[in-house]
């Protein structure tokens, strides 16, 4: 027999784990959006939602338009001037282009050697954004191949100072991808925020910014939300993926996607943030419709 005080804690915690399993109901139903109607599917308009292509290289990229233009999706990230076209068929915005050339994440502006071969590509591209209304391009450190922070920093400048001014007279913007180097793209250069920042401050100009790759930086940095918070004048662009694995953004992964977009939010970003995660669900338009949701706070 149990004595009253025994008894007493027992339905104390009893009420506690009530309280507990009821609040975790409500943050796994908040989490996982509901089935909706064609109208209630309508963005709110706070996010600018795009997608990127790569990640649904299975699809036709025809097809692929047509359903991302039926989620309510209003532009594609990754896309090289040849399918241009084809976006603009169904009035979708390039979010963040390629250069027309072959894209490496290897080989960057980190290195001397490859700026023969990148500032032409970046020459020839920016005015044919210009033409056509787009105003982001990506571009990559590339990898360290033994260099100290100093030179990588060096070497960028000097490269990307002679497409800088192009791209401030046309009003482009040329933004560097952070990538994880522990998993993903092992030995790349621009793999932290305040090496990404650094670079940023030293070359001084508006129409370079950083593409803040949510994923890649829970992976390498973790402390999203107070990274954004602390470097959002120098991000241009964010790009989502659940970690682990770089699947869905739902509640099988560990960051809370909601928190992270009302913290972009709050910095005042008017920009683009891409989906950018390889869905391991049969239903990979499904999943690209729920990530939206998710991330239409």
């Not at 009003?171 to 993903?184: A, P, R």
């Not at 999943?287 to 706070?297: F, G, M, N, Q, T």
């Amino acid at each position: 027999m149990n004595p009253p005080s025994s008894r007493r804690k027992l339905i104390k915690n009893m009420i506690a784990g009530s309280a507990v399993l009821a609040t975790g109901t409500q943050l796994l139903s908040s989490y996982t959006p509901v089935s909706k109607s064609a109208e209630e599917l309508k963005p709110k308009g706070n996010i600018h939602h795009s997608v990127c292509r790569w990640c649904y290289d299975s699809i036709p990229l025809e097809s692929f338009c047509q359903s991302v233009k039926e989620i309510g999706i209003p532009a594609i990230d990754l896309v090289a001037p040849k399918d241009w076209p084809m976006l603009q068929k169904y009035g979708l915005y390039s979010s963040m282009c390629y250069v027309a050339g072959d894209v490496s994440l290897t080989d960057g502006f980190a290195e001397s050697n490859f700026h023969a071969k990148l500032i032409p590509q970046y020459l020839e591209v920016i005015p044919m954004m210009k033409a056509a209304g787009y105003t982001d391009v990506i571009c990559f450190s590339g990898s360290r191949r033994g260099m100290d922070n100093e030179t990588g920093w060096k070497n960028c400048i000097k490269g990307l100072q002679q497409i800088l001014s192009l791209a401030e007279k046309n009003g482009i913007t040329i933004q560097m991808e952070l990538l994880n180097s522990k998993l993903n793209h092992k030995d790349y250069m621009c793999d932290r925020t305040p090496w990404g920042v650094e670079l940023c401050k030293r070359l001084g100009s508006p129409n370079f910014k950083l593409l803040y790759d949510i994923y890649h930086m829970q992976i390498d940095e973790g402390d999203v939300i107070q990274t954004i918070h602390d470097n959002y004048d120098f991000i241009g662009h964010y790009h989502t993926a659940g970690v682990p694995g770089r699947h869905e953004i739902d509640e099988t992964q560990e960051l809370y996607y909601p928190a992270i977009m009302k913290a972009i939010l709050a910095t005042g970003f008017k920009g683009y943030v891409a989906q950018e995660f390889i869905p391991a669900s049969q239903d990979k338009i499904g999943s690209l419709k729920k990530a939206v949701e998710i991330c239409d706070i």
